[in-house]
């Protein structure tokens, strides 16, 4: 059984800070880890390897630093590695994040599996998982919180926002997980040395993929990042209501109407 994981560094949350004059994020301080749910993906992967065999492929899009992250999922026991960097990838939305990944997929070539977590720390949209199958016409199931093989068919238990369902699928497939499915492994010492010895991490740059780069990053983005900012929380002068309980409630009630709250 093939199965390729995609997996994503993000920017540690309390390094980030941001130019006030130009809205933009300021990455290069930040440090990088590997996405939280990502990593979910991974256990899921190797759970699904050590019962039923094969090879687990981990791709991920990024600057150089990246692969940090890829070496992390080797050490946990993923079999091979591939980096997409180049600066045509720089600027991508999911849309172009997720032709980008499933070109590269397309060239390892088409998995039984391709695992996701559901979302990314850093956007948080859920959508690239949904996109790549789009992009490759596979089925999908997202938010799975279980996952089993029966013959040659998936199934798979997915949340929903109030229980969950049961679904079957055929492979090829693409599938997301919910962090909740497992909790992800610890390495040894030993496993992460080997990983940074003795494992070598694939890159591919655009030339790599040999599809057009109008669809590769900002040129293949049609959703635009224009303005990050922090929200400003502005606090209003408290008033205090004078007398008792009763009358104090009444004519709490009487702003609340001349504001139009009820």
């Not at 079999?79 to 070109?103: E, M, N, P």
């Not at 205090?240 to 009358?247: A, C, D, H, V, Y």
Request: charge should be negative; aromatic fraction near 4%; proline fraction near 4%.
């Amino acid at each position: 059984m093939d199965i390729v994981v995609c997996i994503k560094q993000v920017p540690e949350a309390s390094d980030i800070s941001w130019d006030n004059e130009t809205g933009s994020l300021i990455r290069e301080s930040a440090s990088g880890i590997l996405n939280p749910n990502d990593k979910n993906a991974v256990e899921a992967a190797l759970g699904l390897k050590e019962k039923h065999g094969g090879i687990i492929t981990a791709v991920s899009m990024g600057p150089e630093q990246a692969e940090e992250s890829l070496r992390e999922v080797l050490s946990m026991g993923v079999d091979r590695a591939v980096l997409l960097s180049d600066k045509k990838f720089a600027g991508a939305d999911t849309l172009a994040t997720a032709y980008t990944l499933g070109q590269s997929i397309k060239k390892i070539g088409v998995p039984d599996i391709i695992l996701c977590g559901k979302e990314s720390a850093d956007g948080m949209t859920a959508h690239v998982g949904p996109q790549i199958a789009e992009f490759m016409n596979m089925p999908q199931i997202t938010c799975a919180i279980e996952i089993e093989i029966k013959d040659s068919f998936i199934r798979a238990k997915q949340k929903l926002d109030n229980g969950y369902r049961v679904l079957e699928s055929p492979m090829p497939l693409v599938i997301t997980v919910e962090r909740e499915i497992n909790q992800p492994r610890m390495t040894s010492m030993e496993l992460i040395l080997e990983a940074y010895s003795n494992k070598e991490v694939i890159i591919w740059n655009a030339e790599d993929l040999e599809f057009s780069v109008e669809l590769f990053g900002l040129k293949g983005s049609p959703t635009k990042t224009v303005k990050v900012y922090k929200q400003k929380v502005t606090r209003g002068k408290v008033k205090i209501l004078p007398g008792n309980t009763e009358s104090a409630a009444m004519e709490f009630v009487e702003i609340l109407k001349e504001k139009s709250l009820i």
